[in-house]
Structure formats: structure tokens, C-alpha cells
């Protein structure tokens, strides 16, 4: 196969044929995934939302109960995991490579927008679930301020990295 490229310098643009050289197009995600990862992380944070919602407004300790906590915490989890996987998923498309190539990448799909709030969502989720399962908060309000703080930045993230604010099309 061979790829045409434009010559200019003559006034006239011509067409030359580079042999050996395949004009392919770069390699893209599939949609399918995408959208998978997009959605499975809304689900994740319908989750955490809901059982949090739940527990101040409806019932009282509902987030302490071990299924409720394990499901929360999963679902914390889940957002840090499939933000990575956005993450490479945006690497790759910097790239024009494949999701599992893209790993060298990473730092310029952080340096856009879109790149910095999936990154930020990461450590976030992971700041989320420390407060929740692992640090021992004596105080009632201050744990639910600093809860209520990360979920309020955690929520920014989508926003952040959504179309809005990071893409061509704001």
C-alpha cells in the first residue's frame, strides 16, 4: 500500500506516493467500551450518592450496615478503577494507539482538562473511601463535613471532564 502526501514549494500543490508507508487510520477505542465506562462509573456513583442520601436523610446508620458499607466501598473502588480506564482510554486517543499502549502516555493526557479530573477523581474516591472505612473520626460533624466536602469535589470531577469544560465543543 502506499500513502499520498502533499509537496508544496512550487505554487502548486502535487501529489507524491511514499512507497512502503500504509496510510491507515489511528487505532480508537470502541464506543462500546466507552460508553461502558462511562455508565458503569454513573452507577458506581448512584450508589455511593444514594446509600449517603439515604443514610442523612431516611435512615440513620443505613451506611454503617456491612452490605451498605461493602457495596459503598466497592463502589468507590469502582470509580477510582474505571477513571484510570478513562484515563488511558483519553492517553490513547492522544496517541492514536491502543488503550493497553497508552500507558506511556499518561502524562500528557493529564495535562489537559479533561486528563486532570479523572486523575483528581482518583485520588478523591481514594480520599472517600479512607474516611469511610479506614480513618477513626471521633466527631460526628466533622465527619460528615469532610465527607460531604470530597463528595462535593468528587461530583465537580464529571463536570470537570465532561464535554462542558474540556473538550472542543464547550
Do not use: C, K, N
Request: no cysteine.
Amino acid at each position: 500500500a502506499t500513502a499520498t502526501t502533499a509537496v508544496v514549494g512550487t505554487g502548486v500543490d502535487a501529489v507524491a506516493e511514499t512507497p512502503g508507508v500504509i496510510d491507515e487510520e489511528p487505532f480508537s477505542t470502541p464506543s462500546a467500551a466507552r460508553w461502558l465506562a462511562r455508565y458503569l462509573s454513573y452507577l458506581a456513583l448512584l450508589v455511593v450518592v444514594g446509600v449517603a442520601l439515604t443514610d442523612a436523610l431516611i435512615w440513620h446508620g443505613a451506611g454503617r450496615r456491612p452490605l451498605l458499607a461493602r457495596l459503598v466501598s466497592r463502589s468507590l473502588g469502582a470509580i477510582g478503577a474505571l477513571a484510570l480506564v478513562q484515563l488511558l482510554v483519553l492517553a490513547s486517543d492522544i496517541e492514536g494507539v491502543a488503550s493497553w499502549s497508552a500507558l506511556g502516555s499518561l502524562d500528557r493526557a493529564v495535562g489537559t482538562t479533561a486528563g486532570l479530573a479523572l486523575l483528581v477523581r482518583v485520588a478523591l474516591a481514594a480520599t472517600a473511601w479512607l474516611l469511610l472505612r479506614r480513618m477513626q473520626i471521633a466527631s460526628a460533624e466533622i465527619r460528615m463535613a469532610a465527607l460531604g466536602a470530597v463528595g462535593v469535589a468528587l461530583l465537580a470531577t464529571w463536570a470537570a471532564a465532561g464535554h462542558a469544560s474540556s473538550q472542543r465543543w464547550p
